[in-house]
């Protein structure tokens, strides 16, 4: 059952990053590997690792045409449903970009400063498919490039026995965890692929863990190295973005998902228990908390918590989140609620209150989250899926010095000087480069500066 609790008896570990254990040591190996050795150490670690270690690393668009045309014959709906997330994603990601402003602006006569914003020439994205394939993160990390104007998108996804394999892989007893099936053809979860397809995967691979990251980090025979890296993983994916961040940027190190819902009397006990549940299921160091000042809907939350797990299928893992991480705070105010949550920085942050006044001063006292959801019918789970907003959110507290995955990530803002040698601002700044040169023992500096006087 869900923890309640009092504001005053919260632990300061709650407001801290959440440590579940190093894997350095393992993930500098592999990553060493893959840079020594490319392709073949690639191939040793997905055997090892996952359930098929395919012949060759690229899956063809063939494949992932057919998986895109074979769903939107038989799964009509999740094949729309995705389309349509691909498109709001995409026009709110073009409208990020619209906000990244090129200019030129004189600051002194003849001396023009400017900023441009260009898109990295190849971007990769991880898109893990461990006990669920998440569709939805290829839209959310393939969308913001696209707008970028990226020009090559590398995915890498774990691999999977290609059907035409599937009996020779079952007669050898391999093709599952622990006995790969080997030098088969390369593939990888179907629905995966056809999102891939959908949202305009410039080349795909079957290859994951923490070889993918090395791969697409220092590049191999048959995987390209990328200018960036995003997508969510496991600890080992984390580890392995960490550490060749420097060599490729990354969009941030992703923990376990977290959801905190600040209520006021007017929350629906059964939607927060929903929202709640719906982060739960994530994983079994998921963390749902919800801070209100009201105890008796406190009390209803929980036992409406207790009712949904009843019926719900991912209730083994919501339920271990729940009993270990899961929390309900009862506040003296929602203003103490918003103090609370700016302080534990939550990568999702919901308002679950009437418009109004107190509404509108909570939202103002608010500014450390990943993403804000305002009101009863914003969902969180919206979010996640088809709101046009990117799911890939800052975890563990880095919401208080960064944002989500957006076409930011993708761009490099660069600066550009130019000077007109008739003007006094030229000078200007000539003479007060050689005086700074000087200052600093820099001769070469000063001369530098002094010679165009």
């Known amino acids: 059952m869900i923890r309640i609790q009092k504001a005053s008896e919260i632990e300061s570990a709650f407001f801290g990053g959440r440590d579940f254990g190093s894997s350095i040591d393992v993930v500098r190996d592999v990553l060493n590997d893959v840079r020594s050795n490319g392709d073949s150490a690639v191939r040793k670690y997905t055997a090892r690792f996952d359930v098929a270690s395919p012949s060759s690393l690229e899956i063809p668009q063939s494949e992932l045409k057919a998986a895109a045309e074979k769903m939107q014959k038989e799964n009509?709906?999740?094949?729309?449903?995705?389309?349509?997330?691909?498109?709001?994603?995409?026009?709110?990601?073009?409208?990020?970009?619209?906000?990244?402003?090129?200019?030129?602006?004189?600051?002194?006569?003849?001396?023009?400063?400017?900023?441009?914003?260009?898109?990295?020439?190849?971007?990769?994205?991880?898109?893990?498919?461990?006990?669920?394939?998440?569709?939805?993160?290829?839209?959310?990390?393939?969308?913001?490039?696209?707008?970028?104007?990226?020009?090559?998108?590398?995915?890498c996804t774990p691999p999977r026995v290609h059907p035409s394999d599937k009996a020779e892989a079952e007669k050898a007893g391999k093709g599952v965890p622990g006995k790969a099936f080997e030098n088969g053809k390369p593939y990888a979860d179907e629905n995966i692929m056809a999102a891939a397809y959908i949202c305009g995967v410039t080349k795909a691979f079957a290859c994951g863990g923490s070889q993918a990251i090395g791969a697409l980090a220092f590049g191999t025979e048959s995987i390209p190295a990328v200018d960036v890296i995003v997508g969510p993983g496991n600890k080992f994916v984390a580890e392995a973005k960490k550490l060749v961040y420097g060599t490729v940027g990354i969009d941030m190190v992703a923990g376990p998902t977290e959801v905190f819902i600040i209520a006021d009397k007017s929350a629906d006990p059964e939607w927060v228990a929903a929202d709640l549940l719906a982060q739960a299921e994530h994983d079994v160091v998921a963390q749902p908390v919800l801070a209100l000042t009201d105890e008796n809907l406190a009390k209803k939350v929980s036992a409406e918590i207790e009712k949904q797990l009843e019926t719900l299928a991912t209730a083994a893992v919501a339920r271990?989140?729940?009993?270990?991480?899961?929390?309900?705070?009862?506040?003296?105010?929602?203003?103490?609620?918003?103090?609370?949550?700016?302080?534990?920085?939550?990568?999702?942050?919901?308002?679950?209150?009437?418009?109004?006044?107190?509404?509108?001063?909570?939202?103002?006292?608010?500014?450390?989250?990943?993403?804000l959801f305002i009101g009863h019918g914003a969902a969180e789970v919206f979010g996640d899926y088809a709101a046009g907003l990117n799911h890939t959110l800052p975890t563990s507290g880095s919401a208080r010095f960064t944002g989500g995955l957006s076409v930011r990530v993708f761009l490099k803002t660069v600066t550009t000087l130019r000077t007109d040698s008739s003007k006094e601002g030229?000078?200007?700044?000539?003479?007060?480069?050689?005086?700074?040169?000087?200052?600093?023992?820099l001769a070469g500096h000063a001369r530098a500066a002094r010679v165009r006087l």
């Open 76 to 155: 009509p709906d999740l094949y729309n449903a995705l389309c349509y997330s691909r498109d709001l994603a995409v026009r709110f990601a073009k409208k990020q970009r619209e906000s990244f402003d090129d200019f030129e602006v004189e600051l002194e006569p003849g001396l023009f400063t400017g900023q441009k914003n260009i898109a990295v020439d190849r971007a990769g994205v991880y898109v893990p498919a461990g006990r669920f394939a998440l569709v939805s993160t290829m839209v959310m990390t393939v969308a913001p490039a696209v707008a970028a104007g990226v020009k090559e998108i590398i995915l």
């Open 320 to 371: 271990q989140s729940i009993d270990s991480y899961g929390r309900i705070i009862l506040c003296d105010s929602l203003e103490q609620a918003a103090d609370i949550a700016n302080r534990k920085a939550p990568e999702h942050l919901e308002l679950a209150m009437e418009p109004g006044a107190e509404r509108d001063n909570i939202e103002k006292l608010v500014h450390n989250y990943g993403s």
């Open 426 to 441: 030229p000078v200007n700044s000539a003479k007060a480069a050689g005086i700074l040169g000087d200052a600093e023992g």
